[in-house]
Nanobody, 121 residues
């Protein structure tokens, strides 16, 4: 079965950096678009970033553009999210998702369990 496992979350001060990882198994990773979403307490889950199967094209929410960078290593079946210049409003549980198309990521049946990111002011 498909498994997505996030790691790398933690507590960091505002202005700091974190690197999240999403390790995938049970699917042909190189065929799937991958994405990051986040959910803060009391808020809806929101899109953060996505990358197509090849890594050639990436997409970002306006709120993270210029601060976050999504990437993938198809040889390692792993996706990454480098988060720089973190702000308290980035505090959330971060989830990874997989779908054959970027447009389908928010409706994907494949999600990780999430990793907590907390940014202190």
């Amino acid at each position: 079965q498909v498994q997505l496992v996030e790691s790398g979350g933690g507590l960091v001060q505002a202005g700091g950096s974190l690197r999240l990882s999403c390790a995938a198994s049970g699917l042909t990773f190189s065929r799937y678009a991958m994405g990051w979403f986040r959910q803060a307490p009391g808020k809806e889950r929101e899109f953060v970033a996505a990358v197509v199967w090849s890594g050639d094209n990436t997409y970002y929410a306006d709120s993270v553009k210029g601060r976050f960078a999504i990437s993938r290593d198809n040889a390692k079946n792993t996706m990454y999210l480098q988060m720089n210049s973190l702000k308290p409003e980035d505090t959330a549980v971060y989830y990874c998702a997989a779908h054959l198309r970027v447009a389908g990521l928010s409706r994907s049946p494949y999600w990780g369990q999430g990793t907590q990111v907390t940014v202190s002011s």
